[in-house]
């Protein structure tokens, strides 16, 4: 594809991972022109980011502030043998609050309803066939396909409620397995907006992708006539189906992958949580910090950077697959209850992804959840194929 250069950087795609990149070149490199190509109708979607505030660093937290829609001082967990609460900062983006500030900050740099069918290192192709042409490209438009990394599954959904009274929450509960576990390990998560709103989020960590939404819904439904809350109104609803990892070949992975990939698409996500707001927001100040911005060194460095990452989270993946291949799918809640009988510095340290070597000792030490016949079995990673189920 031939053209003069019209941008220095194409985002290809406005969700997390490239309105973040675009909000750091923005404020880091403002003699950039940055565009942002998002192919739905809104920046982000219709989504809600979440992390511990122990995630970030004291750098990330200052500068993702303005995104924040809701912080809290701490949150609980409720197991059927053992109910937490727990002191950690969690902080949540809702996509609303994402669009207006990246809109703002971006203007007439922002598309939306601008879908990007390809690219390459230096254009991207739209949907009625305009060429934009660019120095750097990245492709920020989600999970690719294919099988180089084995992965199960955390499929919600999710619905922002008003009720018809108060609901007395005064923080999210993170994970309540009281419940009925179906299609794996269920757990809701319950994020108090208001006095009388609440997001409240019906989750699997399955086996499988398909996701039922009307099983869903009726679901969360009886959950909250459980605890008592009346629904007044659905003011939204949002779903989406989370990898995570159990194992694969990192290697092959980036071999399938062309051009700047980056968020999903290069594989930085928290491996048991599927959190991708930390790693997105860590790599955002990366390439903000690079010298030379072309699709190439951009590639290089993401590459780079995702082979680390995921070599540096093994243990997480070890863990996976115990929860995942060496439980019986009714039975993963006992290794989460488990978990969060420990420490909560180490908690902190876990979901951060800073275990270190005393930290793993100890979240696998003493009496194991899982038949230990089973965890000696995916003790490898080579253990595991795409697939195979317990």
């Not at 099983?215 to 007044?232: E, K, S």
């Amino acid at each position: 594809m031939g053209g003069s250069i019209q941008y220095d950087v194409i985002i290809a795609g406005g969700g997390l991972a490239g309105g973040l990149i675009a909000l750091r070149l923005r404020a880091l490199r403002p003699e950039l022109t940055v565009l942002v190509l998002e192919g739905g109708p809104v920046l982000g979607g219709v989504h809600t980011w979440s992390c511990f505030e122990t995630d970030l660093s004291p750098q990330v937290r200052a500068w993702i502030d303005p995104l924040i829609s809701y912080r809290w001082d701490g949150y609980s967990v409720r197991f059927p043998a053992h109910r937490r609460s727990l002191t950690t900062p969690y902080l949540s983006i809702a996509s609303d609050r994402f669009a207006r500030v990246v809109g703002a900050a971006l203007g007439p740099l922002a598309r939306t309803c601008a879908p990007v069918v390809s690219l390459s290192d230096t254009a991207v192709t739209l949907a009625d066939q305009s060429v934009l042409n660019a120095r750097a490209v990245i492709d920020a438009r989600g999970p690719s396909g294919g099988d180089a990394l084995v992965l199960g599954w955390q499929k919600f959904l999710g619905q922002e409620v008003e009720l018809t009274a108060p609901h007395g929450l005064t923080a999210p509960i993170i994970m309540d397995a009281t419940v009925d576990q179906l299609d794996g390990y269920r757990f809701l998560y319950v994020l108090p907006q208001s006095p009388t709103r609440l997001l409240i989020e019906d989750t699997r960590y399955a086996d499988g992708e398909a996701l039922d939404r009307d099983q869903l819904r009726a679901d969360l439904n009886g959950y909250a006539a459980a605890q008592g809350w009346t629904i007044r109104e659905v003011l939204r609803e949002e779903d989406g189906v989370l990898p995570i990892a159990l194992g694969g070949d990192i290697g092959r992975w980036w071999g399938e992958t062309e051009g700047a990939a980056v968020g999903l698409r290069a594989a930085l996500f928290h491996p048991v949580t599927g959190y991708s707001l930390p790693d997105a927001a860590r790599l955002a100040d990366q390439i903000a910090a690079l010298p030379e911005l072309t699709t190439r060194t951009l590639r290089a460095h993401v590459e780079d950077h995702s082979r680390r990452t995921w070599e540096q989270r093994g243990y997480y993946r070890l863990l996976n697959r115990m929860l995942f291949r060496a439980c019986e799918p009714d039975q993963r809640y006992r290794v989460l209850e488990r978990f969060y009988r420990l420490p909560q510095p180490l908690i902190e340290r876990f979901y951060a992804g800073r275990a270190g070597l005393a930290d793993k000792a100890r979240i696998l030490i003493g009496k194991p959840p899982v038949p230990v016949s089973a965890a000696l079995a995916v003790l490898a990673e080579s253990s595991v194929q795409q697939g195979t189920t317990t």
